[in-house]
């Protein structure tokens, strides 16, 4: 048995969104826990999927001791506050130096994490946690796939483990992962991995790293054979957060081997591998009026879902732009529900109505204002809701949201789904808890990327990509770099970028 310190530092950074992640938006809770101190964690975080959750699990069955120090996330946005950053980095350093004696250090973190004083947020953190390490203890890190991943990073700790699942179902497992790998290493000290960081030369979409599609599912695939070859220890490949203007932007296969030429050869081939599929991994997109008017002709039973992916604020966008509700009302779509979109100056004023009554609203367009004006009707407050429900699909599984005052309006033939707190649409309770069967209707206006996919692939017709307003620009080809390494191809078989 060993002792274990752990915490959890989370933040997935789009350098061009409106607004910056400050300290208050790591402590409060809105789609999963907010700051959790100590032993708390250990009853807090068990039975959701988050790798710290899994981690624990999977420590504590083998018999290690656990000491919790802090764990906390924010919706992602623009850069993280040097104030933030520094409070739970001052948080995290007295907090492992209270908790010695231990063997090991666990660390849950994202890897997409820009400050207002730092491109590399996670890469900072290690340098400054294993310099008061030492080099001898081990550190272990797990990462969400969209991580940045940084040759500091790399450096700073001994073992990278992330998530192969996007949408991200496998959040637990990774954490248990880590546990595993981390166990290895407590079992044969002194005898520490040797490390392969490989950065691909050219930008994904995240509409284009879908595990459940190719080529990103062939991808996993390949990397979990190369995982079981002789002599490596762990691989993973993380494709990157293209919304972030930093020099390290993009995707990274990183390897552990019990050698350097087992590290390097794992890397090189699934480098490879990914190299040679590089066109594949773009995607079509549709602007409003064309997916509607398909979503309308439709005659199936089931529903067409439009994924609004640039208004995500799982990708840090604000959740509140109308160029699909617009559209919807426009052309006169019947038995169609748009979510969410956050207004809490309209959750309230449904709330103050009351269920049934009749409302003139100026809806969304408070937070994103570049060519998406907010939308003004008349609407009817259909239900209301307390925005607490428990979530049951699983990528948010388990997971008890804070979305505050909730209502759903409808105008014509269109609902739409108002929330006062943030969490993008990738659960169908969301939808149950306004008394919303999403299953039920025509045409479903999903505020995410690619999360939904875990829980509404299986009732819908057909899913197709929206190119409406938003912050979370889809095509990085399109977004204004200042930061980016010279010569990365701005998309899969772009062009390549050149500095101002």
Same mark, same amino acid.
């Given at each position: 048995?060993?002792?274990?310190?752990?915490?959890?530092?989370?933040?997935?950074?789009?350098?061009?969104?409106?607004?910056?992640? &400050?300290?208050?938006?790591? &402590?409060?809770?809105?789609?999963?826990?907010g700051?959790?101190?100590?032993?708390?964690?250990?009853?807090?975080?068990?039975?959701?999927?988050?790798?710290?959750?899994?981690?624990?699990d999977?420590?504590?069955?083998?018999?290690?001791?656990?000491?919790?120090?802090?764990? =906390?996330?924010?919706?992602?946005?623009?850069?993280?506050?040097?104030?933030?950053?520094? &409070?739970?980095?001052?948080?995290?350093?007295?907090?492992?130096?209270?908790?010695?004696?231990f063997?090991?250090?666990?660390?849950?973190?994202?890897?997409?994490m820009?400050?207002?004083?730092?491109?590399?947020?996670?890469?900072?953190?290690?340098?400054?946690?294993?310099?008061?390490?030492?080099?001898?203890?081990?550190?272990?890190?797990?990462?969400?796939?969209?991580?940045?991943?940084?040759?500091?990073?790399?450096?700073? =700790?001994?073992?990278?483990?992330?998530?192969?699942?996007?949408?991200?179902?496998?959040?637990?497992?990774?954490?248990?992962?880590?546990?595993?790998?981390?166990?290895?290493?407590?079992?044969?000290?002194?005898?520490?991995?040797?490390?392969?960081?490989?950065?691909?030369?050219?930008?994904?979409?995240?509409?284009?790293?879908?595990?459940?599609?190719?080529?990103?599912?062939?991808t996993?695939?390949?990397?979990?054979?190369?995982?079981?070859?002789p002599?490596?220890?762990?691989?993973?490949?993380?494709?990157?957060?293209?919304? +972030?203007?930093?020099?390290?932007?993009?995707?990274?296969?990183?390897?552990?081997?019990?050698?350097?030429?087992?590290?390097?050869?794992?890397?090189?081939?699934?480098?490879?591998?990914?190299?040679?599929?590089?066109?594949?991994?773009?995607?079509?997109r549709?602007?409003?009026?064309?997916?509607?008017?398909?979503?309308?002709?439709?005659?199936?039973?089931?529903?067409y879902?439009?994924?609004?992916?640039?208004?995500?604020?799982? +990708?840090?966008?604000?959740?509140?732009?109308?160029?699909?509700?617009?559209a919807?009302?426009?052309?006169?779509?019947?038995?169609?529900?748009?979510?969410?979109?956050?207004?809490?100056?309209?959750?309230a004023?449904?709330?103050?109505?009351?269920?049934?009554?009749?409302?003139?609203v /100026?809806?969304?367009?408070?937070?994103?204002?570049?060519?998406?004006?907010?939308?003004?009707?008349?609407?009817?407050?259909?239900?209301?809701?307390?925005?607490?429900? /428990? =979530?049951?699909?699983?990528?948010?599984?388990?997971?008890?949201?804070?979305l505050?005052?909730?209502?759903?309006?409808?105008?014509? $033939?269109?609902?739409?789904?108002?929330?006062t707190?943030?969490?993008?649409?990738?659960?169908?309770?969301?939808?149950?808890?306004?008394?919303?069967?999403?299953?039920?209707?025509?045409?479903? $206006?999903?505020?995410?990327?690619?999360?939904?996919?875990?829980?509404?692939?299986?009732?819908?017709?057909?899913?197709?990509?929206?190119?409406?307003?938003?912050?979370?620009?889809?095509?990085?080809?399109?977004?204004?770099?200042?930061?980016?390494?010279?010569?990365?191809?701005? =998309?899969?078989?772009?062009?390549?970028?050149?500095?101002?």
């Amino acid at each position: 048995m060993s002792r274990i310190a752990h915490a959890g530092f989370l933040h997935e950074t789009n350098t061009f969104a409106p607004r910056k992640a &400050t300290w208050d938006d790591f &402590t409060r809770a809105e789609s999963f826990p907010g700051l959790t101190l100590g032993v708390d964690i250990l009853t807090v975080m068990p039975g959701k999927n988050i790798s710290t959750a899994g981690f624990i699990d999977e420590a504590q069955a083998m018999g290690h001791e656990l000491a919790p120090i802090a764990w =906390c996330t924010a919706i992602p946005s623009a850069h993280v506050t040097e104030h933030a950053f520094e &409070t739970f980095a001052d948080m995290l350093l007295t907090g492992l130096a209270d908790a010695m004696p231990f063997d090991a250090v666990y660390l849950d973190l994202h890897g997409a994490m820009v400050c207002e004083h730092l491109e590399d947020g996670e890469g900072e953190l290690l340098i400054r946690v294993r310099n008061q390490l030492g080099p001898e203890i081990p550190l272990v890190v797990s990462l969400d796939l969209h991580s940045n991943t940084t040759q500091a990073m790399a450096d700073n =700790c001994d073992g990278l483990i992330a998530y192969r699942t996007y949408p991200h179902v496998d959040m637990a497992d990774t954490g248990r992962r880590a546990a595993q790998y981390l166990d290895t290493l407590l079992a044969n000290p002194g005898r520490l991995p040797a490390k392969a960081h490989r950065a691909l030369p050219f930008l994904m979409p995240l509409t284009g790293q879908c595990t459940m599609v190719e080529p990103a599912l062939g991808t996993y695939a390949m990397l979990a054979a190369l995982e079981a070859e002789p002599g490596v220890r762990s691989i993973s490949f993380t494709p990157g957060f293209p919304p +972030a203007d930093i020099w390290d932007c993009g995707p990274v296969v990183v390897a552990y081997g019990d050698d350097q030429d087992a590290a390097d050869r794992a890397a090189d081939a699934l480098y490879d591998a990914i190299l040679a599929q590089e066109a594949a991994f773009q995607v079509q997109r549709l602007k409003p009026g064309e997916a509607v008017a398909q979503a309308i002709a439709s005659n199936s039973h089931k529903p067409y879902v439009l994924a609004d992916v640039q208004d995500n604020c799982g +990708a840090g966008a604000t959740s509140d732009t109308t160029g699909l509700l617009r559209a919807l009302v426009e052309q006169g779509a019947d038995g169609a529900v748009l979510g969410i979109l956050v207004d809490g100056e309209v959750a309230a004023q449904a709330h103050a109505a009351g269920q049934g009554a009749e409302i003139d609203v /100026t809806l969304g367009g408070k937070a994103f204002t570049a060519g998406d004006p907010p939308f003004k009707g008349r609407f009817q407050v259909t239900a209301l809701g307390t925005g607490q429900f /428990t =979530c049951s699909g699983p990528f948010y599984a388990g997971i008890t949201p804070n979305l505050g005052p909730m209502a759903l309006l409808r105008i014509g $033939g269109v609902s739409v789904v108002v929330a006062t707190n943030r969490m993008q649409a990738a659960d169908k309770e969301i939808f149950r808890h306004l008394g919303c069967e999403p299953a039920q209707q025509k045409i479903l $206006g999903l505020k995410s990327s690619v999360h939904f996919r875990a829980d509404f692939t299986d009732i819908a017709e057909r899913i197709l990509v929206v190119e409406a307003p938003g912050a979370s620009i889809d095509r990085p080809e399109s977004l204004p770099y200042k930061n980016l390494r010279p010569g990365v191809r701005l =998309c899969p078989g772009g062009p390549e970028y050149t500095a101002p």
